[in-house]
């Protein structure tokens, strides 16, 4: 891609590319952890060979003078170094803040992983297997899930990776800032190919990415395969705009607090919507007779994941 | 009780025309008498020999990995393959060795040798204890080696209870039978030591080797069931689908990992503790003085057992654990360092001053601080939140934990193991031989394992067969270091098999040192001690041994 080099192009690495400026930032803490750890390790080796060479039996040297406890200096040195450390417990802790918390308009891309690939579905809905594109200067959002066993989406030039759990929706999110060719892993182990289950990542610039979508093959958005699937799988039927009868309107529906039989309430976010599609019996919602069908193994996961799409672009009728 | 005993056992002199009670090896040669023996000390030579055993299984496995890794695209074994092979060296090494190895050697020789008592307060619940424990060893062990397992030591739901195709079944069950030894062995020790110390023996003058022990026989104790009903919980829904972990059954996956961190957190301490209270001993021996901050120490281990039970969660940092959660999970296991590094600094402040010998055990115990400092320290990194976001699951985290288990356990176990080897077999190990093998060891383990940080920071995943040739060098570096390890470790099986034959006779305290268990013969007597022990001195007391010579 546009002359950038493969990262296999790198005989020895001894520095992990970053391609955002938080992967700089994770580096920074990374180095200053390092070189306080020097400074609390270097003196103890030091001291260790000096004394264990300087105090060696036979030689005559001043060994009056010790005292086997002392406890200002051992409560000193426990609290320092704890305290000294605990300044990359508040770093740490606040950098994990932001990678925690996406900003609103993030641009959204869907992956699943299965034994052993991942497919990535952009807004528009062009797919992509193993390899994953980017824009630059735009927050990208990672909301994944898998299909089977645990994997984990690892992508080192940004420092994050996440967990792609079966049956719940994970995240994570990045800004990239320095187009090029990345690689991207499954670092969470899979099973036999666990180790194949890998590719690139390419960072691109916006009309580059621009580019790229428009020649990768897609008829139609996420949201617009959603909606073709709502009626498809019949879920207009009930559902559809203005229905109370049988089953609730789902306009708004998305974030919202929806109301559970015997009390209480949960948001509807993406799980919340996924598992009442394959499991309608949990958490019974106030007001309804439960009539719905499981939709359990019948609508896959990528179906699934457009399903919401849709979902989320159903407008409040105002 | 003397020196001269030693030359009283020479076994050329017929036993019966001595009129007194022979050594503990002597004693009786039947092989009925070794595996039906109650003799605390017997037993720690039969969990040495199997451990020994499933040391070099674990060990080969690891050979084959570092061979495996040398070509980055896979090419000398398939998947699967490498993936039963990782997991073989991880399950035997965890679980049939590093947990075993310093509680059931050492603990069950030296605890009542200690504290002046006969033998534990159960003996024959301690033989019963190596049973349990190789009855489900050599199951799984037949399990790894015959069928294979591809699941990793973890057992990960779901791929353990759904979508593996290997013999997970078997290799669960041994793991758990193993856990009731566990079980049994810290509630054996557990008891001993609150009932069976010697008159005069007050809690304040056991060495610490003992209150590391203790603490970590209540880990056995209270980590122990839970993975044990963890791994049941495993089965069951691999055999019956009773959908706990499996999310198609209504399970859930991250409850396993709670589980199973819940208990494998404290089992690191079950790895290290003990050899931190080897280490001390080793220290306060060779530098004849008196351990720095005994009761800090000594509440340091008993903090460090207690602790380690809240910080389970950091193992689950990147895997949709609420931050609120990861961030009381991160800040506990800052607070673990502290106990550590009061161990760390009391040991330095203990050499000062010293009058040093650098005999081959006080080269395990220097070179076991150094690589347990790297080992721990890289471990905060890894607490931090935003730095385990990236190096979670790299080669960084294999790097960390081989610095804890290998350059923490594996060093304080062979520095142990020379130490109180004389008082095991009644035979010194060659010093020189001694002293290169600690060399090459030290050295091989960094030029293995160090390497290992820097592909974990640029990002290689662990696990991986087949890796991106631009980390190719740093594997080959790896791989060579391991080589050097391998030549290290036979250096003490080789001489110390040699020596048990034709080793110079051992004298009763060849180290001057302080400790009942010097204050016997080498090797000691059936019981231990001609008369029960009485103490009014403290541990280390070498200040007063210095005082009354001078």
Wanted: contains cysteine; charged residues 10%; hydrophobic residues 45%.
């Amino acid at each position: 891609m546009s002359g950038a080099p493969s990262p296999a192009a790198y005989p020895l690495l001894l520095w992990p590319q970053a391609a955002s400026q938080s992967a700089v930032h994770v580096d920074w803490l990374i180095f200053a952890f390092t070189a306080v750890t020097l400074l609390l390790t270097v003196p103890i080796f030091l001291a260790i060979t000096y004394f264990a060479l300087m105090y060696r039996s036979g030689r005559q040297v001043d060994r009056g003078h010790t005292s086997d406890r002392n406890v200002k200096i051992e409560l000193s040195w426990m609290l320092i170094p704890f305290f000294l450390t605990l300044a990359f417990f508040a770093w740490g802790a606040q950098i994990f803040d932001v990678e925690k918390h996406a900003p609103a308009n993030a641009l959204e891309i869907q992956a699943i992983g299965r034994q052993w690939m991942w497919k990535f579905q952009h807004p528009g809905g062009q797919a992509e297997i193993n390899d994953l594109h980017v824009p630059t200067g735009q927050p990208v959002l990672i909301n994944m899930i898998s299909q089977d066993v645990i994997h984990s989406l690892y992508l080192p030039a940004f420092r994050v990776q996440m967990e792609t759990l079966p049956g719940r929706y994970t995240q994570l999110w990045f800004k990239a800032e320095r187009p090029g060719q990345y690689r991207l892993y499954c670092s969470e182990y899979c099973g036999t190919d666990h180790s194949v289950m890998d590719g690139l990542l390419y960072v691109m610039s916006p009309s580059d990415y621009a580019r790229w979508l428009s020649q990768a093959g897609s008829s139609q958005s996420l949201a617009a395969l959603g909606k073709r699937l709502f009626s498809n799988y019949g879920c207009s039927g009930c559902h559809g705009a203005g229905a109370t009868i049988r089953a609730p309107d789902l306009a708004g529906l998305y974030n919202r607090p929806v109301p559970i039989d015997g009390g209480g309430s949960v948001i509807a976010d993406d799980t919340y919507i996924r598992d009442k599609i394959l499991n309608p019996d949990n958490n019974l919602i106030a007001g309804y007779k439960q009539v719905m069908p499981s939709f359990k193994g019948v609508i896959p996961e990528d179906e699934l994941m457009q399903l919401i799409a849709y979902i989320k672009t159903m407008e409040t009728p105002s | 009780m003397s020196p001269s005993d030693a030359v009283m056992r020479d076994p050329g002199t017929p036993q019966a025309t001595m009129g007194r009670p022979s050594d503990y090896l002597h004693a009786q040669h039947t092989l009925r008498s070794w595996f039906f023996t109650t003799d605390h000390k017997r037993i720690a030579l039969l969990y040495l020999a199997s451990i020994t055993v499933f040391f070099v299984f674990g060990a080969i496995a690891a050979g084959l990995i570092r061979l495996c890794l040398v070509v980055p695209n896979g090419q000398i074994f398939t998947n699967d393959t490498y993936n039963k092979i990782f997991t073989m060296h991880g399950v035997i090494m965890v679980w049939f060795f590093l947990i075993p190895s310093i509680p059931s050697t050492f603990g069950n020789f030296l605890l009542p040798l200690m504290i002046g008592a006969k033998d534990v307060a159960f003996p024959r619940l301690n033989l019963l204890s190596w049973y349990v424990f190789m009855t489900g060893a050599l199951f799984t062990m037949a399990t790894l080696v015959i069928g294979g397992v591809d699941t990793g030591w973890t057992f990960y739901a779901p791929f353990s209870t759904t979508y593996s195709n290997t013999y997970v079944i078997p290799a669960l069950l041994g793991v758990i039978v193993v856990g009731f030894s566990s079980i049994l062995t810290g509630l054996n020790f557990v008891v001993t030591v609150h009932m069976m110390r010697c008159p005069g023996m007050t809690w304040f003058r056991m060495p610490i080797f003992i209150w590391t022990l203790y603490a970590t026989s209540l880990i056995f104790l209270l980590g122990t069931p839970v993975i044990t009903l963890a791994l049941i919980l495993l089965v069951m829904e691999r055999a019956f689908h009773i959908g706990v972990f499996d999310p198609r059954l209504g399970g859930d996956p991250v409850l396993f990992e709670h589980l199973f961190w819940f208990y494998s957190h404290p089992a690191v301490y079950i790895m290290v503790l003990p050899g931190m209270g080897v280490i001390t001993e080793l220290v306060a021996a060779f530098a004849q003085k008196r351990v720095f901050g005994y009761r800090f120490v000594a509440y340091a281990s008993i903090g460090l057992a207690s602790i380690t039970f809240l910080v389970w969660g950091h193992h689950m940092f990147v895997n949709g654990q609420s931050q609120l959660a990861s961030t009381v999970f991160s800040f506990l296991s800052f607070a673990v360092a502290v106990p550590s590094a009061v161990k760390v600094y009391n040991w330095t402040a203990t050499i000062h001053k010293g009058n040093i010998r650098l005999d081959t055990p006080m080269l395990y115990a220097m070179g076991y601080i150094g690589l347990f400092v790297l080992g721990g320290l890289t471990g905060l990194f890894l607490a931090t939140l935003a730095v385990d976001a990236h190096l979670h699951d790299t080669y960084f985290v294999v790097a960390h934990f081989h610095y804890i288990m290998v350059g923490g356990t594996m060093l304080a176990f062979l520095g142990g193991l020379h130490y109180w080897w004389p008082k095991f077999t009644g035979r010194m190990y060659p010093e020189a031989f001694g002293r290169v093998g600690a060399f090459l060891i030290f050295v091989g383990f960094n030029v293995t394992f160090f390497p290992q940080f820097i592909l974990g920071y640029l990002g290689m995943p662990r696990r991986y067969h087949d890796y991106p040739p631009e980390f190719q060098l740093l594997n080959i570096l790896s791989s060579a270091g391991s080589t050097i390890l391998a030549v290290g470790y036979f250096f003490p099986m080789i001489y110390l098999t040699w020596s048990l034959w034709f080793g110079k006779r051992a004298p009763a305290n060849p180290w001057q040192a302080r400790g009942l268990e010097w204050t016997t013969s080498s090797p000691p007597p059936p019981h231990n001690f001609a008369v029960t022990p009485r103490v009014d001195f403290d541990p280390y007391d070498y200040a007063i041994k210095a005082r009354e010579v001078g």
